[in-house]
Structures are given as C-alpha cells and as structure tokens.
C-alpha cells in the first residue's frame, strides 16, 4: 500500500464533566495539542452544543484533528488524522491530559491507496458493494 | 459497548486529477453529501494547497466529515462520522460519485465507550502505553 497517513482513532471516557462542556478549554487544548503534535493550523471551528456537549474540528496543513465530546457520558471521540510529518501520539497526550480521560482506547490506521492497474467498471461496482 | 455513533473511514483512489484539484466542486459535493446524508452543517472550511491538493473539513451537528486529496496519486482520503440520525452511506455515495474514483476502499467502525466500573490510575497508564 501507498501510505499517505497515519490515523489515530480514539474514544476516551471517564473524564470530568464540566471539562468536556467547556468549548475555550478544549479550543486550548486543541492548540496546545498541535503545537506539541508540530502542526500547522489552518482554520479552527469549536462549536457547543445545547444543553450540552462541544465539537472541534481543527483543518490542518497535515490533514485535521477532530473532536466531539458527550459530557452527560464522561466520553469524548478524537481523531487525528496526520499525514507527512507530525507527531498525532504526542498531539493526542495532550488532549488526553487536558480533558483528564482515565481511559482511552487509540486505534491506529494507515491511510492511503493500493498501488493498483486499472479495473474494469464492473469490479468497482462490485468492489463498492461489498462495503455497503 | 456504549456507542454513540458510526464512522466510515474511507480511502478511494483512480479518481480523475482535475476534480481532486477543485476546491469549488469538492465544496458543491460535500454540501450535496450532507444533505443527502441527512446532516446539518454547522461549518465549513475547504482550503487549496500549493502546488495541489484540497482540504475540507466539515463540522456538522452529527460530528463531523473531512476529505484530504493528493490529485497527484489520483487519491482521497474520506472521514464521515455520525452520531445520531443521518445516512453516513448515502453521503458518501455522493462523494464518490462526484469525484469519481474507482476503487474505494470502506471501512465502518463503531464509535463509543465501554460501560466499566472506575480504574486505578496505574491501569489507565498501562492502557496508553499498550497503544503507543
């Protein structure tokens, strides 16, 4: 496979409420996180939710960090998607830390394409059915 | 598990290297993506690269959906995360179609939490570094 990316898919849960239901402290820790995961931010979205709950999405020059968080379950999903350079472990221990999750569960994906001749039409139909 | 949501994690390649390199069409299809997917936009970012590729990050009242593309391998990643009400599916048939790639690789993976009784300390540090 042609990898272009490394993907940290992560739930985290038992973490404090009032951390989780705090948009300026998760859009800090989110900086602080691209800072200490050394990548560059391009555009940054911190949204909350009524009568709870906040959701991040950070756009960045490696792909993007996202993160959504349900404070009435302790939990957050983050996922940090970088690919070249970059450290998204360095980048996800600091959002671990900030919203102080006691458990964590990271599954790490390669992204990317294999290196494939071309295919009939047919096969693609197929090839998009199976995963339907 | 407690899951609150479902994400398809999608890499699609042989797709044509004009329409990975138009940030106007790959806004256009992730507007039309969303509402075919029954999803609520909250905000939207699409950036152009230098010498190429397009990145766009979609903040929904759902989660979220990303799309990175390297026109230069004929490839795009793809991050459709839902929770709640939505067709995640039919969001990305649209994408696909759009940029008409013809291989698409999917996967779905249930996002949540398990419902376990509190840890120590010392087991959440054993449990990161099992995953790093």
């Known amino acids: 496979m042609k990898q272009v990316g490394t993907h940290l898919v992560v739930d985290a849960w038992e973490a404090p409420q009032d951390l989780l239901n705090d948009p300026e402290g998760i859009r800090r820790a989110l900086i602080d996180a691209i800072s200490a995961g050394e990548a560059t931010l391009i555009d940054l979205c911190v949204h909350q939710f009524s009568p709870h709950g906040v959701t991040a999405t950070a756009t960045l020059a490696e792909s993007h960090i996202a993160i959504h968080t349900w404070p009435e379950h302790g939990y957050f999903a983050a996922d940090l998607f970088f690919c070249g350079s970059g450290q998204p472990k360095l980048a996800m221990k600091i959002l671990q830390t900030a919203l102080k999750a006691k458990q964590v569960r990271m599954r790490e994906i390669?992204?990317?394409?294999?290196?494939?001749?071309?295919?009939?039409e047919s096969m693609v139909e197929s090839l998009y059915h199976m995963v339907r």
């Open 110 to 120: 390669d992204r990317g394409f294999e290196e494939t001749t071309r295919v009939e």
